[in-house]
C-alpha cells in the first residue's frame, strides 16, 4: 500500500540540518523529580496474559518523551533498560518494513519476565528528523533504490539525530542508577550512556525480519551505523534451517504412516501440531504463556 504523511497541526517536525553533529554530549540542568507525582502514576497492568506494576516518568527536553518504570525498577542494581524512539509505523501500525515493533515487544517480553526494568520511549521519530522527513527518505529508497541512510543525505539530513543526554540524566538523576543492562544492538546507544560513565551491559535484541525491505534496512544498520546483528548470510540460513526443520517434521510424519507404526504416527504428529503452532508469529503470547509457566515450575530460570 502507499502512505501520505500530513500534520493535522499545520506544521511539520523542525529537524536539524545536514552538517550538525552529535558529537559530545550536552550537560542539561539538573531537575529534580517529584516521585509523589510519580507514584500516584501507579497502576497495573496486564499484557501477553501476566500482570506489572508500572510508574509513568517525564523525560523532558527536546527529542525527550516519557519513561515506563516496571516495577521497582530504581531498587535494582543493574536492572534491564530500553531506549526506544518513537516509531509511528513500526510500533502502532505493525509495519512489517523495520524493527522497531518487534524490538520494543521483545524488550518489554524480558523486562516483564524480570518484573523490573525500564522503558524509555523517546519522541524521536525518524531517527530524530520527524515522520515528514522519514517518508521522504522511504519514497526515496523505494524509487532510486538508495540506503534510507543515502535517501537522508540527499534530503540533506545526516544519518542519525537523536540524542540520548536526557536519558542517561534521567538515569543518574531520577532514579540513580549507575549500571544497567541495556537492551539494544545500537553502539550509539551504549556509547551516549557511557560518555556519562554509566556503566552499560548490552543485552543484544534478536528479531526475525518480516519483510524484503526489514531485512534490507537490518543489513543497512549493521554496514552504515555498525549495529551488532548477523550478517545477510545469516539470516538466509536461519531461514532454511527452519524450512529443513518443518521438512524433516512433515518426512517423519509421512514415514511414520508408511511404516504403519502407531507410536511413531502419534508422536510425529504432535511434534508437528506443536511445531506449527509454537513457530506461528500469531502465537508469541503462547510461548510468552509456556515459558512463565515453566519459569513457575521452576524448570526455566529466565
Ligand atoms: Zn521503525
Given amino acids: 500500500m502507499s502512505v501520505d504523511v500530513g500534520d493535522l497541526s499545520g506544521r511539520i517536525d523542525v529537524a536539524i540540518p545536514c552538517g550538525a553533529t552529535l558529537a559530545g554530549h550536552v550537560a542539561l540542568p539538573a531537575m529534580t523529580v517529584d516521585w509523589e507525582q510519580v507514584e500516584r502514576t501507579r497502576h497495573r497492568m496486564t499484557r501477553k496474559g501476566a500482570e506489572m506494576t508500572v510508574r509513568v516518568l517525564d523525560v523532558p527536553g527536546d527529542g525527550g518523551g516519557k519513561a515506563i518504570i516496571v516495577g521497582d525498577a530504581e531498587r535494582s542494581s543493574n536492572p534491564l533498560v530500553r531506549i526506544h524512539s518513537r516509531c509511528l509505523y513500526g510500533d502502532a501500525l505493525q509495519s512489517d518494513d523495520c524493527d522497531c ?22 519522541e524521536q521519530e525518524g531517527r530524530g528528523a520527524g515522520l515528514e522527513v522519514k517518508a521522504m527518505g522511504l519514497r526515496l529508497t523505494q524509487s532510486l533504490g538508495i540506503t534510507t541512510f543515502d535517501a537522508y543525505h540527499e534530503l540533506g539530513y545526516p544519518d542519525d539525530l537523536r540524542r540520548f543526554d536526557h536519558v542517561a540524566q534521567s538515569l543518574l538523576d531520577d532514579l540513580e542508577l549507575r549500571s544497567i543492562r541495556l537492551l539494544t544492538n545500537n553502539p550509539d546507544k551504549q556509547s551516549a550512556l557511557a560518555e556519562h560513565r554509566i556503566e552499560v551491559d548490552r543485552v543484544p535484541l534478536r528479531t526475525v525480519p518480516r519483510s524484503v525491505r526489514s531485512r534490507k534496512y537490518l543489513e543497512e544498520k549493521r554496514v552504515h ?59 508469541a503470547n503462547a510461548r510468552f504463556r509456556v515459558r512463565a509457566m515453566l519459569r513457575r515450575l521452576g524448570m526455566l530460570r529466565r
Fill in 101 to 122: 515493533g518487534p524490538e520494543l515487544s521483545k524488550s518489554m517480553d524480558a523486562i516483564q519476565r524480570e518484573g523490573a526494568g525500564v522503558l524509555f520511549y523517546l
Fill in 225 to 283: 551505523r555498525g549495529h551488532a546483528l548477523p550478517p545477510r548470510w545469516a539470516w538466509v540460513c536461519g531461514i532454511w534451517a527452519k524450512r529443513v526443520g518443518v521438512a524433516v517434521t512433515t518426512l517423519s510424519v509421512v514415514g511414520a504412516w508408511a511404516l504403519d507404526i502407531r507410536e511413531l504416527v502419534i508422536t510425529s504428529h504432535l511434534l508437528m501440531i506443536a511445531t506449527f503452532i509454537l513457530n506461528h508469529p500469531a502465537n
